[in-house]
């Protein structure tokens, strides 16, 4: 969640909570889906990644 913070510091990202939940739903748009399961978690985190990535200017083939 670093990058959240990076985000939410330099003003680029308005979240209010940094649970996982709120996060993917902030960046992604959608409502988290077999949240608290590991395969879930690992999912909603690689989507988390790539649109903070896309939102920083980094990665962009993501």
Do not use: W
């Not at 996060?23 to 748009?29: D, I, Q, V």
């Not at 985190?45 to 980094?58: A, F, N, R, V």
């Amino acid at each position: 969640m670093y990058n959240t913070l990076f985000l939410k510091d330099s003003g680029l990202s308005n979240i209010e909570s940094l649970s996982l939940g709120s996060c993917y739903s902030h960046f992604c748009g959608l409502t988290p889906k077999d949240a608290h399961s590991s395969y879930g978690d690992v999912l909603m985190t690689e989507e988390i990644y790539k649109k903070q990535m896309k939102l920083i200017g980094g990665n962009r083939d993501a």
